[in-house]
């Protein structure tokens, strides 16, 4: 939810802060409509003061949301996991944290954080309002909050990812099950059911000419994209389970040594099985010190074949290319995902080069795992 979007507004204990300039929309809204009902309800109100009023509310929607997402941040940053960002947007806010909790308690505690202050915050104006005597159009906005808190509470418990009740019943089938992605499995189901529900509960009123629940439809259809999404990673995540890179690596990988003349590269290239345009090259001692591509033979006269040597007219790899052979296959797809490449060149931790990894072998492997999964 950090993407280019989001437009960094400052930091909030250390946590850097960003609004999806979809929010802008939803405070002139709020602004617009609240500051028109306090107009109505208040005619003695000087004129401008309602829209001040209306902006006022936005602000502290904005901060009650905000509120909710420090209740989810403290409780990580309390077990240890830093906070990379609190995001806020069009359907409400995120806290992303650098690593999932490790046990579905602590899992359950930071889902479960951001309601509870919600409902907090609801029971303090709430108090606040029977013993505090504000003018009228004061204990209106208080009230609005309070019911604002409520509501914030209630939507985020809806058992749907991302949504803090989706990650509640993600932990508790977790803890009950004793397997993450089994947490996940059922929450894809109770997201797209509720996803479902929330599209009928709009679909039907929009049917009989009442518009006025088109944010349901909303609201749904992002359940459903999120339940589906998450179905698919907890898959590939199972599936992944437990190996490494060096599981996928290709028994054919392309390697030639950088003491190999232009004609022995040419000779190997032709006899080797795979069909490669791009060869790894090592030292002596196995160790991986460039990579070499069949195009840079065009350049070179065939009668010089013989004497130049494939160290020579090697290039350098680039890091973001590299990954050691024990990583997990999970973060060589989020590698290959990140800087879009097709295949990664593994070494051993001592630089003693393994292979290539390809993006295809991993989805294979993928595959052949979630066949036997479900089987
Ligand atoms: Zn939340």
Redesign the pocket.
């Known amino acids: 939810m950090t993407g280019n979007n989001n437009i960094r507004i400052g930091t909030l204990f250390g946590i850097p802060f960003f609004v999806n300039p979809s929010w802008f929309l939803i405070l002139g809204l709020v602004t617009w409509t609240y500051g028109n009902d306090l107009a109505q309800d208040f005619p003695t109100l000087l004129p401008g003061v309602p829209l001040v009023l209306g902006l006022v509310t936005g602000l502290l929607l904005f901060s009650s949301v905000v509120a909710?997402?420090l209740?989810?941040s403290w409780v990580a940053i309390k077990q240890g996991i830093p906070v990379r960002s609190i995001t806020l947007f069009l359907f409400?806010?995120?806290?992303s944290i650098e690593k999932e909790p490790t046990t579905p308690g602590n899992a359950f505690w930071v889902?479960i954080?951001?309601?509870l202050v919600?409902f907090l915050l609801c029971g303090l104006l709430v108090v606040f309002n029977s013993f505090i005597a504000l003018p009228a159009p004061l204990m209106a906005i208080s009230t609005v909050l309070a019911v604002i808190n409520f509501s914030?509470g209630v939507f985020?418990l809806i058992p749907g990812l991302p949504?803090?009740g989706g990650?509640i019943l993600k932990a508790i089938v977790w803890k009950i099950t004793g397997n993450p992605y089994q947490g996940v499995k059922v929450t894809s189901w109770t997201g797209q059911a509720f996803g479902a529900l929330a599209i009928l509960s709009g679909l039907i009123p929009l049917l009989n000419g009442n518009p006025n629940r088109l944010w349901n439809i909303l609201v749904g259809w992002f359940l459903i994209q999120n339940a589906r999404s998450a179905g698919q990673f907890a898959r590939v995540q199972s599936g992944l389970d437990g190996l490494v890179v060096i599981d996928a690596v290709s028994d054919n990988s392309p390697i030639v040594s950088a003491d190999a003349s232009l004609r022995d590269f040419v000779d190997l290239r032709t006899l080797h099985p795979g069909n490669w345009r791009k060869f790894l090259v090592v030292d002596a001692a196995s160790k991986l010190v460039g990579e070499v591509t069949v195009d840079v033979l065009q350049n070179i006269p065939g009668e010089l074949w013989a004497s130049k040597k494939v160290g020579a007219v090697m290039e350098p790899i680039k890091p973001t290319t590299i990954i050691e052979a024990d990583s997990s296959l999970m973060a060589a797809i989020e590698q290959l995902e990140k800087h879009q490449l097709s295949e990664l060149t593994v070494i051993q931790a001592d630089g003693s080069l393994v292979g290539l990894v390809e993006k295809m072998s991993i989805i294979d492997l993928i595959r052949q795992r979630s066949n036997v999964i479900s089987a």
């Open positions: 909710h997402e209740g989810h409400g806010g995120v806290a889902s954080a951001g309601p919600s914030l985020n949504l803090d990650n």
